[in-house]
């Protein structure tokens, strides 16, 4: 078999790299954005939805349905949420992955807290009054870029 | 308890609304990008990780390294794949998942299609010559938008 001639680890002129982010590079980037994703399994599945989140703390936040199949994976004792960017004209991303407990927040103060946090109103609709808590317990990152 | 009082069906003065997407429509926004994430299991921990990947026929496939986590979580049965996009100025945003069997690209003629195929080279680098390949058995995605 004949593959085309070509250099895995470069292009347009650079070389490609991943860098490992720091905690606190990751932490900056959970609070800089307002959405990501819940992974979970389902039936056997990995299942990956959008979710509008906050950060309070350690742990995200994200409002969902009773009743709709983020509810149904929760609680865990080892849930996913991830963010991530990219930038195709310059090759380059990053992503963050936090892993934890998740749970139904049902502690009245920190609703209370929570509700009164500013968070985007999910953008899926309907009443979304279940609150979801993952508490970080492992964070890593990293970032992918042209030299 | 007492909670801030609020629709949460409603907000910027439009109707927050959440629509499937057709068949067809998922696969304009599979082909439409170049950059989403693979979903898998490791030591009973989901983890998604962003691949640049290309679409041929109703399959997905991305370039990976040989010896890393997602390797080492193909073949399987069932894997998952996720792109989406957001634009927070509008609460507006969509997505799509793929489920399907994965398994690593062995077929000359496929692998000689591939690597000739115009893909964007993996961002993070290094010799990432492992094609993995996922038949899309399941598509589904959604909407979620003001009205």
């Known amino acids: 078999m004949s593959l085309p001639s070509m250099d895995p680890g470069r292009a347009d002129g650079g070389l490609h790299v991943a860098e490992e982010l720091s905690q606190e590079q990751c932490w900056e980037l959970l609070r800089s954005k307002a959405t990501g994703r819940f992974g979970f399994i389902e039936q056997g599945r990995v299942v990956i939805l959008p979710v509008n989140y906050v950060v309070d703390g350690q742990s995200i936040y994200f409002r969902t349905t009773g009743d709709g199949s983020i509810a ?17 004209d310059r090759s380059e991303g990053w992503s963050v992955l936090v892993s934890g407990a998740s749970s139904r927040v049902e502690d009245e103060d920190l609703l209370t807290r929570l509700w009164g946090k500013v968070m985007a109103e999910p953008w899926a609709g309907g009443a979304r009054n279940l609150f979801i808590r993952i508490q970080a317990d492992r964070v890593s990152g990293r970032h992918v870029h042209l030299t």
């Open 72 to 88: 149904g994976a929760v609680p865990s004792p080892e849930s996913t949420f991830q963010i991530d960017d990219s930038r195709a």
